[in-house]
């Protein structure tokens, strides 16, 4: 059984790649494993502020509750892309990284779960841009170990 990896966030521009996984999924008789990568800096943000709000109301928010949060609005997006319209089985994973690791853990995550395919959501930038920041979607194409799929927002 191959699988495809879709990183996702929520975007219009990930709804469209995760509809254009699905359908090359259903074609190939995939599964299809969804990505949610988190940013460090807002997750530990979103933590503090957690910590905040349940010293307040003496009530405590684990650093769980994010990633459940998270976890579940990734599920919410596959019900609404995926379910309905394709036959296919389905999963998610949700990492926390730093922004300059998001092509590694990407490609980590296709490893670790015999991943074939990634899809990925790519930013348009001039050769300057990637020289002075880096391309995230050129590292993931770079080192995953499989096809690469790269929407443009």
Not at 36 to 51: G, I, K, V, W
Not at 84 to 97: A, M, T, Y
Request: net charge negative; proline share 1%; glycine share 8%.
């Amino acid at each position: 059984m191959e699988h495809a990896l879709v990183v996702v966030d929520g975007t219009d521009a990930h709804r469209d790649l995760l509809r254009e996984a699905a359908e090359n999924a259903s074609g190939t008789d995939a599964n299809l494993l969804l990505l949610m990568l988190l940013d460090e800096s807002e997750y530990e943000h979103d933590l503090d502020t957690l910590e905040s709000i349940g010293d307040v109301e003496n009530v405590s928010y684990g650093e769980g509750t994010i990633l459940e949060g998270a976890e579940q609005d990734a599920r919410d997006i596959a019900h609404e892309v995926v379910d309905g319209d394709f036959d296919l089985e389905w999963d998610v994973l949700v990492d926390v990284v730093e922004e300059d690791e998001r092509a590694r853990a990407v490609v980590q995550a296709g490893a670790d779960n015999d991943c074939d395919h990634a899809f990925i959501v790519g930013q348009n930038r001039s050769p300057t841009g990637k020289a002075i920041f880096g391309d995230f979607a050129q590292r993931v194409i770079l080192n995953f170990d499989g096809y690469v799929t790269v929407a443009t927002e």
